[in-house]
């Protein structure tokens, strides 16, 4: 079921940022009638192959989001890693993986996060002329000019599943602008999160 008409109130208030933003909605699925106990644990997966900066960024803007939608009980497989391990579980793209969460850690939620595109937006060939021309002009061949380096756009898909059955209950995939230098934006995640559980509770009410 899609709710992405709703959620152009949300883009409208970030759209003004100086930084990143969200830039649309390209995939939103939620099962109706979710009963989403947020009294129970809930574990957070995010990407493996990011830099220390953006790690860092991811990890604490996941968990200052989902205790802001009232977990309290919060593990993430960076934390959590040996207890995984001891669990046998390193590979959450087997669902008997996340079956295990519930079955040998007593998780409830599991939250993961998958990066699925990151690349700079393409400059129009007048704009990639003129960013070349300036820069050849300028006082010092090659350094940057007048005209802005190209945007990065990230595409990134976040799932929340229901350990015991493995039952997916929301996938949203979003496609956001970061900061300029491809790194994530903090802000940004989080804001990627709560427009998550903003579908959650449109498709709950």
Same mark, same amino acid.
């Given at each position: 079921?899609?709710?992405?008409?709703?959620?152009?109130?949300?883009?409208?208030?970030?759209?003004?940022?100086?930084?990143?933003?969200?830039?649309?909605?390209?995939?939103?699925?939620?099962?109706?009638?979710?009963?989403?106990?947020?009294?129970?644990?809930?574990?957070?997966?995010?990407?493996?192959?990011?830099?220390?900066?953006?790690?860092?960024?991811?990890?604490?803007?996941?968990?200052?989001?989902?205790?802001?939608?009232?977990?309290?009980?919060?593990?993430?497989?960076?934390?959590?890693?040996?207890?995984?391990?001891?669990?046998?579980?390193?590979?959450?793209?087997?669902?008997?993986?996340?079956?295990? !969460? $519930?079955?040998?850690? #007593? &998780?409830?939620?599991?939250?993961? /996060?998958? *990066?699925? =595109? +990151?690349?700079?937006?393409? @400059?129009?060939?007048?704009?990639?002329?003129?960013?070349?021309?300036?820069?050849?002009?300028?006082?010092?061949?090659?350094?940057?000019?007048?005209?802005?380096?190209?945007?990065?756009?990230?595409?990134?898909?976040?799932? !929340? $599943?229901?350990?015991? #059955? &493995?039952?997916?209950?929301?996938? /949203?995939? *979003?496609? =956001? +602008?970061?900061?300029?230098? @491809?790194?994530?934006?903090?802000?940004?995640?989080?804001?990627?999160?709560?427009?998550?559980?903003?579908?959650?509770?449109?498709?709950?009410?």
């Amino acid at each position: 079921m899609r709710y992405i008409g709703g959620f152009l109130l949300f883009l409208s208030l970030v759209a003004c940022s100086p930084r990143g933003q969200i830039l649309a909605l390209n995939k939103v699925d939620v099962q109706p009638f979710i009963d989403l106990r947020v009294q129970e644990s809930i574990m957070l997966s995010f990407p493996q192959n990011l830099s220390q900066a953006d790690f860092k960024a991811v990890r604490e803007s996941m968990i200052t989001g989902v205790r802001m939608r009232g977990f309290q009980d919060i593990l993430d497989i960076d934390e959590h890693d040996f207890d995984l391990k001891a669990a046998q579980i390193n590979d959450f793209s087997l669902e008997r993986n996340i079956q295990r !969460l $519930y079955d040998n850690l #007593g &998780v409830s939620y599991f939250l993961d /996060m998958q *990066v699925v =595109s +990151r690349k700079p937006s393409r @400059n129009s060939g007048l704009g990639s002329q003129l960013q070349y021309r300036e820069a050849m002009a300028a006082p010092f061949a090659g350094s940057p000019g007048m005209i802005p380096e190209p945007e990065h756009r990230t595409i990134t898909r976040y799932t !929340l $599943y229901q350990t015991n #059955g &493995v039952i997916p209950l929301a996938s /949203m995939e *979003v496609m =956001s +602008r970061h900061l300029q230098n @491809n790194q994530l934006d903090a802000r940004v995640v989080r804001q990627e999160l709560e427009a998550l559980f903003q579908q959650i509770f449109m498709a709950v009410n």
